[in-house]
């Protein structure tokens, strides 16, 4: 059985910082590319980060120089440091896994965190 468990958020001021855990098991988390996305109220689910296997990273425009996402292969966890946070960056913010197997993909996403910035 394949769970995602986020961790980390909570209330911050602006200006704020957090650091999101999403810890993984059942999945050979070493081969998963990882990503962060976030759901605020209205809106579409967006991606915020994702973190090849390897290493390679990549953001969404509004979160590069304040976001800076990480993974520990040993520990099978993703991490998610947000500094500089604004109030829209409110949001619900979800762990994804993710792999490419055969042209086919399979998503695994867990139950989210809520990040709150107000002051």
């Known amino acids: 059985q394949v769970q995602l468990v986020e961790s980390g958020g909570g209330l911050v001021q602006p200006g704020g910082s957090l650091r999101l855990s999403c810890a993984a098991s059942g999945i050979i988390f070493s081969s998963y590319t990882m990503g962060w996305y976030r759901q605020a109220p209205g809106k579409q689910r967006e991606l915020v980060a994702t973190i090849l296997s390897g290493g390679y990273t990549n953001s969404a425009d509004f979160v590069k120089g304040r976001f800076t996402i990480s993974r520990d292969n040993a520990k099978n966890t993703v991490y998610l440091q947000m500094n500089s946070l604004k109030p829209e960056d409110t949001a619900v913010y979800y762990c994804?896994?993710?792999?490419?197997?055969?042209?086919?993909?399979?998503?695994?996403w867990g139950q989210g965190t809520q990040v709150t910035v107000s002051s």
């Open positions: 994804n896994a993710n792999k490419i197997r055969n042209g086919f993909r399979t998503d695994y």
